[in-house]
């Protein structure tokens, strides 16, 4: 993950929860995140090219107001 990658998926983040905390680690071939709360807190690390990186890092849907169901 490149430090630009970092800060785009740091700064998705804190967009999507703003009320929480987020920080975003590079680490050899991936990446840290730790995200909270006054509710919790997760701290995930994750591979590059590994679906749950690329997963936090995807553009959410717009808010439609109704689940999309299955695709």
């Known amino acids: 993950m490149t430090r630009d990658e970092a ?3 740091e ?6 929860y703003p009320e929480g905390t987020v920080e975003v680690t ?3 071939g ?3 995140v730790k ?3 006054e509710r919790g807190i997760v701290f995930v690390r994750a591979d590059d090219g590994s679906p749950l990186l690329a ?3 995807a553009t959410p849907r717009p ?3 109704t689940h999309p169901g299955p695709a």
Do not use: E
Request: aromatic share 0%; hydrophobic share 30%; glycine share 12%.
């Open 35 to 37: 995200a909270g709360d």
């Open 63 to 65: 808010n439609t107001g």
């Open 7 to 9: 800060r785009r998926l």
């Open 11 to 16: 700064q998705q983040r804190r967009d999507r």
């Open 26 to 28: 590079r680490v050899p």
């Open 55 to 57: 997963m936090l890092a």
């Open 30 to 32: 991936g990446a840290q």
